[in-house]
């Protein structure tokens, strides 16, 4: 018997780990992926201590910019803390962006956006934010996405649960208007219902205030945003046409999507997505 590892390292990545086992006759590989690497290497904070009074009890999420932890504050309140991966700190403008979601969300003063109640910086120099811990489900698990996950989808919305979450985000809108805010991410996956039925609108990473002289956090002249649910304006980085209508157009695209089941724009690659959305 006999056993090996091989590990590779990629500019900015966590490392890929390929080992092989052989148990007499019978080899058995495995290969961990950069997202086992990371979710390993992410475990290690729980029961950590984040900012002296936050004791990090589990892991909530994955995402591809940051980890979602289940908190508790030394006073008993349980929260989320919201980490932005360190391989990424090395990119300033995801870092900028990361910290004024917090500015942003703040700004909006509504009952279904979560408020930011505390923020900082680990000790890897990773920047973090706390808001209240959502106990539900994204709505994004209602829409087929061609993957594995299908066999874990929730039925299309019903009209009344339709109409229900387009109220919710139309006042919310007419918040965000009120004060020069634009969401530019409206889509189900950032639409969460919690277990009282009440709808949420999150993540304002790449929100943006109409009176912003020059925009932060994102290059000029690249379309920010997610294709299957933005407006033709923002698919073609226009920046200067981009308004609170953009985020209609979302609004209504992503509900819609929510009561077909389906994506309404279907193509095989990112770019062809794009492509429809400039239509």
């Known amino acids: 018997n006999h056993r090996y590892?091989?590990?590779?390292?990629?500019?900015?990545?966590?490392?890929i780990f390929w080992k092989k086992l052989t148990i007499g006759r019978e080899p058995q590989v495995h290969f961990r992926t950069n997202m086992d690497a990371r979710k390993t290497r992410l475990t290690r904070r729980v029961g950590t201590l984040v900012a002296d009074k936050w004791t990090i009890t589990g892991i909530a999420g994955i995402g591809g910019m940051a980890a979602v932890y289940r908190a508790t504050h030394r006073n008993g309140h349980e929260v989320a803390i919201k980490v932005l991966h360190p391989e990424l700190l090395q990119h300033e403008n995801l870092v900028e962006r990361f910290r004024r979601e917090g500015y942003v969300a703040n700004k909006l003063k509504h009952p279904a956006v979560l408020p930011i109640i505390d923020d900082g910086t680990l000790s890897d120099g990773s920047p973090f934010l706390v808001m209240e811990f959502l106990e539900g489900v994204a709505l994004d698990r209602h829409v087929l996405s061609g993957s594995k996950k299908d066999a874990k989808r929730l039925p299309a919305l019903s009209q009344a649960e339709g109409a229900y979450v387009f109220r919710t985000?139309?006042?919310?809108?007419?918040?965000?208007?009120?004060?020069?805010?634009?969401?530019?991410?409206?889509?189900?996956?950032?639409?969460?219902?919690?277990?009282?039925?009440?709808?949420?609108?999150?993540?304002?990473?790449?929100?943006?205030?109409?009176?912003?002289?020059?925009e932060r956090g994102t290059a000029t002249g690249v379309a920010v945003g997610t294709p299957s649910y933005m407006a033709p304006e923002q698919a073609r980085a226009r920046k200067e046409l981009v308004g609170p209508h953009s985020d209609r157009f979302s609004v209504a695209a992503s509900v819609l999507t929510l009561m077909v089941g389906k994506k309404i724009r279907h193509a095989d690659t990112h770019a062809e997505e794009f492509a429809l959305a400039m239509l």
């Open 5 to 15: 590892r091989r590990v590779f390292f990629l500019p900015g990545r966590p490392p």
């Open 169 to 214: 985000l139309a006042e919310v809108l007419v918040a965000a208007e009120a004060s020069g805010l634009i969401h530019r991410d409206i889509k189900p996956a950032n639409v969460f219902r919690c277990r009282d039925g009440s709808v949420r609108l999150l993540d304002f990473g790449i929100a943006m205030l109409e009176q912003e002289p020059i």
